[in-house]
């Protein structure tokens, strides 16, 4: 194991070993120390999961903060965007540093630099990403998780404020001056124009329209206070009134706009007869119809009617075909004799002999499907022949074995 | 073989989407963003909505859309006699429709524990009203007072059998679409923007007191 790889294990150790005090400093922002923790503090801090935070006291880095926010998708994740201004700004300064190695011909700073620059960008890329797909979830939801009115024009006016920084300092990106600077550096030049140049109008577009959403909200929120109260007056003036009818709007001179709204159009293949409306339209049709045509000529035919005797009707009765009562035989047998399989062949050659095989088999196979969607302890299992076309898609059965299974418990 | 142009795939969608909208807006129909968003998209679009008015306009009718345009429907150019019957219709469902809406409304801001009234884009889930009303009987009260309305008797007396016939109501009547079959999740139409309109113009009109201050302060001074 290289030297890289074991500190990375140390470090996964000590987080694991201390999530309680990682945890109560991510979710209450300081622990403190006292005897039983101290040296486990001390640890964390060696590893930079810990920083000061007072005298006595811890918080939790920075990049491990951001790291549990996203993870757990956090409404702190909000925060991140703050960052995003010194973010650009340490992408230049890291760029400087990267060139001033390579003229130097420092190719191990270099290198270093070139992961840094790497780290940055693939930071920058995911944080964008991830603001603007979380602020999207928000404004889709809008704001369904908090409750109150309140909260919600405060988030929403929060939100609001938070992306235009967000826009803003996109805009400030200047990916030009960017691109320039890194021109004679083409593994630099690639990156950052694969990773973040080429995607910055889609954030920038996203963003835009995120807030356009939210100024549509805020809007929509001021008229919610408005609607609330109006439905909860009404509601208790309703109660109050119980027997009250508003005024008939509809016979106003000048009908409001709202009312207005057309009566649904339905098509008939024939008139209602009973709709007293087109009782004058009606005869004006019929009165059209002259008297010589085929509709008026007609002549109604008798009605036949059907014929009901009281007398007593003729019973008789059908005797069961003899296969039928075959049937019945193999199948009482198996239903007698659980758990022993007896084959439908066999039966058929002892006693059944003016039935062809093949008919025998496809009426067990028939009587079997009719008799096991009633009783599942009636099983069956097809013995094919070894004959036929491979692959035809058909199966061969030479005999049928029916097996009544015994009752469980 | 058949070529197909992206162009005239795209115009044939189009005179779809005509036909199927002006149909929906004959019967009658509110096109919102939840009920139909390929729809309301399309009426958003003003050379579309000229169109589509155009040919209203032939039967006297014209393109009409609720106070925040989160709606459109189909509304009379010149109000005349029959016109008249027939928005006096319209207003009798109102009515009918008035007292139980106004109810679940204030019903839902109790359920849900909001101080909001619900709005267009809203979602409710069956599941989740019916836990929240089952634990509480005086929202399980409420639910059966619901039985007076003669549109909202169920034959199943359960809670959850009203409340299926609650919201099965509010379908029929457009204020809500069923958004997921399988979980049962209803979201509130535009046609709610219409109702609040509607809610507004009685209120300011008919001076309909809707402050309880005064009564509030008679309960205060019984204690």
């Known amino acids: ?54 005298a006595d006291g811890y918080r939790i880095t920075g990049r491990l903060s951001q790291f549990i926010d ?50 940055l960008v693939f930071d920058l890329s995911d944080t964008l990403e991830e603001n603007t797909r979380y602020l999207l979830m928000l404004v889709n939801s809008r704001f369904a998780n908090v409750r109150t009115l309140a909260e919600k024009q405060k988030q929403n006016a929060f939100y609001i404020s938070r992306l235009e920084k967000l826009v803003n300092a996109i805009s400030s990106l200047q990916p030009e001056f960017l691109l320039e600077i890194v021109e004679e550096q083409p593994l630099i030049y690639e990156l950052l124009d694969q ?85 004058e339209d009606l005869i004006e049709i019929a009165q059209k119809i002259p008297m010589n045509t085929e509709v008026m000529l007609v002549k109604q035919k008798q009605r036949s009617l059907s014929a009901v005797t009281l007398g007593q009707q003729n019973k008789t009765t059908l005797d069961l ?60 299992e097809l013995i094919q022949a070894d004959v036929g076309q491979t692959f035809s898609g058909n199966k061969k059965v030479r005999d049928i074995v029916l097996k009544f299974r015994r009752a469980e418990g | ?85 027939d928005i006096r219709k319209v207003f009798q469902q109102f009515r009918v429709e008035l007292q139980p809406v106004v109810e679940w409304l204030d019903m839902m801001m109790s359920c849900l524990n909001q101080d909001t009234a619900l709005s267009p884009g809203d979602t409710l889930s069956f599941s989740s009203l019916l836990q929240i009303i089952e634990q509480n009987q005086a929202l399980a009260d409420r639910l059966q007072t619901f039985a007076k309305f003669k549109d909202f008797t169920s ?31 209803y979201q509130v139409t535009g046609k709610l923007d219409y109702f609040y309109q509607a809610l507004q113009f009685i209120q300011e009109h008919e001076q309909i007191p809707i402050e309880q201050g005064e009564v509030d302060v008679i309960q205060e001074s019984l204690f």
């Not at chain 2, 155009?54 to 016109?83: K, V």
């Not at chain 2, 919201?167 to 999740?185: C, E, V």
Request: glycine content about 2%; some cysteine; charged content about 25%.
């Open chain 1, 1 to 54: 194991m290289s030297q890289s790889q074991q500190g990375l294990e140390r470090l996964f150790k000590a987080l694991a070993n201390n999530c309680e005090l990682i945890a109560q400093a991510y979710f209450t922002g300081v622990v403190y120390k006292d005897s039983q923790n101290q040296r486990a503090l001390n640890q964390l801090k060696q590893l930079k999961i810990l920083v000061t935070h007072s």
């Open chain 1, 70 to 119: 996203s993870a757990l998708s956090s409404d702190r994740i909000r925060r991140l965007d703050t960052d995003l201004a010194s973010w650009i700004e340490t992408l230049e300064q890291q760029i400087g540093l990267y060139q001033d190695a390579w003229d130097e011909n420092r190719v191990d700073d270099s290198e270093n630099y070139f992961v840094e620059i790497e780290r």
């Open chain 1, 195 to 279: 990773q973040l140049i080429r995607l910055l109008p889609i954030y920038q577009q996203r963003l835009q329209d995120i807030l356009d959403k939210l100024k549509v909200f805020l809007f929509e929120l001021r008229q919610i206070e408005v609607r609330a109260q109006l439905v909860q007056g009404f509601a208790f003036f309703l109660q109050q009134n119980q027997n009250y009818q508003p005024q008939d709007w509809s016979e106003s001179d000048n009908i409001p706009e709202h009312w207005n709204q057309i009566k649904p159009l339905a098509l008939f293949a024939y008139a209602d007869p009973l709709d007293h409306a087109l009782e």
């Open chain 1, 321 to 380: 075909p003899l296969y039928r009562k075959q049937l019945r035989v193999y199948f009482d047998r198996v239903l007698k004799n659980e758990d022993q399989s007896i084959s439908a062949v066999a039966f058929q050659q002892a006693f059944v002999d003016d039935i062809e095989p093949s008919i025998w088999l496809s009426c067990v196979l028939n009587e079997w499907l009719r008799r096991q969607q009633r009783n599942k302890r009636l099983q069956m």
């Open chain 2, 1 to 85: 073989m058949r070529i197909i142009c992206p162009r005239l795939n795209l115009w044939h969608r189009w005179l779809n989407m005509f036909d199927q909208l002006l149909k929906r807006l004959l019967q009658g129909d509110f096109i919102c963003e939840i009920s139909d968003e390929a729809g309301f998209r399309y009426l958003q679009d003003t050379e579309h909505a000229r169109q589509v008015d155009e040919f209203l306009t032939r039967l006297d009718y014209r393109l009409s859309s609720t106070q925040n345009q989160l709606a459109f429907y189909a509304a009379y150019r010149t109000i005349d006699s029959g016109a008249r019957s």
């Open chain 2, 155 to 185: 034959s199943d007396d359960s809670v959850k059998g009203r409340l299926e016939k609650l919201l099965s109501t509010l379908q029929k009547w457009g204020y809500l679409t069923l958004a997921n079959r399988d979980t049962l999740i």
